[in-house]
């Protein structure tokens, strides 16, 4: 076996100007691949992580997210009363009430405008948010026109930056604020006073009711109390299962996009692997009569060859994740399909994507190089030998 590992990568490296090129094309398919499936697994992590397992998020029965949610003031009152809402330090029930609407603002640098997510916050928002940190200027005081910007929005959109007032909702704001959420969905977001903004929308109700649980294991129990309560039209979901929802549908349709145009992609890869691999054959038919002569079975052949198609295979598909790795220091946005607000993330290369790529990458060695492998057993000892 090791013999024939030798043999097959002395070959690879005698044709090397065929060796790369062949690698290349498979590495470009595995690019595409990786590159795309990176793509969906950055979106949901960006937005699974935007939510924390203890915290549960309540919504009008039947709405898909919180823009398309409106809880009653009565309501909200209601679920605050619930024995499981977590108390804080200072006496008080870590629970907010919060409004989420969309403006419309332009980009920095283009003419072009995207959704951006208002949410009003209450006092004990960033209590229930441990991972958004102020980076510059203060925080908005209640009563007041004042906001602060996640600093994907203050990167991407004109007049959001410290200092600067933007006009929605019947009034001038002024950003007094920016804060870092990591990689969040939060980032892509503006906050403000809840109360202000949803005077200035003439909101009369909330989006949503947030709450820590005392107890992660209490979740079932205070979702069965609200769901069932006959006074409440309201639903109850873990925060992290909220996020991850709204990430479904998008990541689904990018993981069957990259599907779909790798196979596509995938089938030029394979006809080149099977163009090199049978000139290979071609050109070394005198060896493996030569081969065949010394005593190694069709099966060693066959192997030596398929070895050989595998090698390149791997070749191509450990360069594809090579280039497709530096895609992880970039960060880009697209519209979220749930709430059809501009959401900023970053491509995410995980130990599942490199097994997948690889194995995907080994496939179309295996594929390109299966029938002039087995062209190459099937040779006639006397026939090869006469071409030496």
Known sequence: MELLFFYSFR?????????VLTASGMALVVFAFASIVMLAEGLQKTLVQTGSYDNVIVIRRGAGSEVQSGV??????????????????????????????????????????????????????????????????????????????????????????????????????????????????????????????????????YSSVIFKLQDSLEFDTVKEHIEGDPRLTLEARRETKYYEDQSAALA???????????????????????????????????????????????????????LESLILGLMGGLAGLFFASFLQFFTISTTNFQTFSELAFSFALTSQIVYQALIFSLIMGFAGGILPAFRASRMNIVEALREA
């Not at 070959?11 to 060796?19: A, D, K, P, Y």
């Not at 980009?107 to 209590?127: A, H, P």
């Open 72 to 205: 009653e003031r009565n309501q909200a009152a209601i679920v605050e009363t619930q024995p499981e809402v977590a108390i804080g330090d200072d006496g008080r029930r870590l629970l907010a009430k919060e409004l989420v609407v969309l403006i419309t603002l332009e980009k920095r640098g283009t003419e072009s405008r995207s959704n951006v997510v208002i949410r009003g916050i209450s006092d004990t928002s960033l209590v229930l948010r441990p991972q958004v940190k102020l980076v510059s200027g203060r925080l908005p005081r209640s009563g007041l026109s004042e906001i602060m910007a996640g600093q994907s929005v203050a990167k991407r959109f004109k007049n959001v930056g410290l200092g600067e007032e933007i006009f929605f909702a019947t009034r001038s704001w002024t950003i007094v604020g920016i804060f870092d959420a990591g990689e969040t969905g939060f980032n892509s977001e503006i906050w403000g006073d809840v109360d202000q903004l949803m005077q200035g929308f003439r909101r009369p109700v």
């Open 252 to 306: 689904k349709f990018l993981r069957i996009l990259g599907i779909s145009l790798t196979i596509v992609f995938s089938f030029g890869a394979i006809v080149g692997a099977m163009i090199t691999m049978y000139s290979a054959v071609a050109n070394r038919t005198a060896e493996i009569g030569t081969l065949r002569a010394l005593g190694f079975q069709r099966g060693s052949i066959l192997l030596a060859f398929l």
């Open 11 to 19: 070959n690879l490296l005698t044709r090397r100007l065929t060796t």
